[in-house]
């Protein structure tokens, strides 16, 4: 119930594309989904977070998707670019524990 | 500009020793967190800090404790260091406002050997 899977564990995508991940929860006590972006030698930093009140959220190239009923939610990050290179990590929050659970990560290359 | 530092990149200790990771944040935030990264794990809670004194268990606290005397500081304590907790450690902290933000230091690449 604390789990949140996420996949693919790695993504290759040509510059231009489009670089999709999903992740999946099942404990419905979370609300606050985060996304996080993690660069090699630097710590992970929030890119782009939706609660679940709200079924899709875009901030630039980059855009949550959220289906409560299905318990998943998935980062787009549209015309994709070699500077997007990086580890990306969904998060479940259960923001009345201030408490979070990270997915696995998913290691995306953006070729030229 | 927020910051969040640990007190060191890169640390190699042998098996059995004490060790000591240190994080300091400078954005008056009132919790703290220590994860450790493995691939194929993503980031694991090993203890967080609602407040000067206070802690609470994470999902993997065996074999750590932490301290917090001050509230910009939060340590990471090994006890007996052993090989399997090689890893990356990451400390994080939060306002705990609305904006549930956690703000990562850098990291510290332990080796136990």
């Known amino acids: 119930q604390q789990q949140v899977k996420q996949s693919p564990q790695s993504l290759i995508v040509q510059k231009g594309g489009i670089s999709i991940i999903n992740c999946a929860y099942e404990n419905t006590a979370f609300d606050y989904f985060p996304w996080y972006q993690q660069f090699p030698g630097k710590g992970p930093a929030l890119l782009i977070a939706?609660?679940?009140?709200?079924s899709e959220k875009k901030e630039g190239r980059f855009t949550i998707s959220f289906n409560k009923s299905a318990k998943q939610f998935s980062l787009h990050i549209m015309d994709s670019q070699p500077g997007d290179s990086a580890t990306y990590f969904c998060a479940a929050w259960k923001t009345s524990y201030d408490k979070v659970i990270f997915g696995p990560g998913t290691s995306l290359s953006v070729i030229p | 500009d927020v910051k969040v530092t640990q007190s060191s990149r890169y640390l190699v200790k042998r098996t059995g020793e004490k060790v000591f990771l240190e994080c300091v944040q400078d954005m008056d935030h009132e919790n703290m967190f220590w994860y450790r990264q493995d691939p194929g794990l993503g980031l694991r809670l090993i203890y967080f800090s609602y407040d000067v004194k206070m802690k609470e268990k994470g999902d993997i606290p065996e074999g750590y404790s932490v301290s917090r005397e001050k509230k910009e500081r939060f340590s990471l304590i090994l006890e007996s260091a052993s090989t399997n907790q090689t890893s990356m450690y990451l400390c994080?902290?939060?306002?705990?406002?609305?904006?549930?933000?956690?703000?990562f230091g850098p990291g510290t690449r332990l080796t136990v050997t």
């Open positions: 994080a902290s939060t306002w705990g406002g609305p904006t549930y933000e956690q703000y």
């Open positions: 939706i609660r679940p009140d709200v």
